[in-house]
């Protein structure tokens, strides 16, 4: 897929965006979210959640870093859904201690992960790379590619 941007106009927008996004992956995908803090990316969470029947509030994992839900609709591939909040992480052994190299490997996991850029050596060799950007206090640009 080649790079693609979408201009939002609201949380509900962005939350949309992703709803539709989420007929894009499989079990074993990796979603990589970069943006400033404010820029959508749990916002965006959200909305892959909700595609994929979760009920519960997804809110930014920060102080806990990880968090697992299971997928309650039909998705064949897809069993658990990660959402990995790396933004107070200081070292890769941190990340070592999470155990992400074994849910990176889950091909049967959706594991979508805020700030990796600090994933180091971690950083999948295949991922959906999305980069969200501030525009102003509604709107919101997302860049999405394939690497």
């Known amino acids: 897929m080649r790079t693609r941007a979408i201009i939002t106009n609201s949380l509900v927008e962005t939350q949309h965006v992703a ?8 079990g074993g995908h990796t979603i990589l979210l970069s943006g400033d803090l404010g820029s959508g990316k749990t916002s965006f969470t959200q909305g892959l959640a909700k595609a994929f029947g979760i009920q519960q509030r997804i809110i930014s994992p920060s102080f806990i870093i990880l968090r697992k839900y299971a997928i309650a609709t039909n998705a064949d591939s897809i069993h658990d859904f990660y959402h990995i909040d790396l933004y107070r ?6 990340i070592k201690d999470l155990g992400i190299e074994d849910i990176l490997q889950n091909s049967s996991a959706l594991t979508v992960i805020e700030w990796p850029e600090k994933l180091g050596r971690y950083m999948p060799k295949s991922a959906w790379q999305l980069q969200l950007t501030y525009l102003d206090e509604n709107k919101r640009k997302i860049t999405i590619q394939k690497i």
């Open 89 to 94: 992480i200081q070292n890769e052994d941190e």
């Open 19 to 26: 709803y539709n996004f989420a007929k894009h992956v499989t």
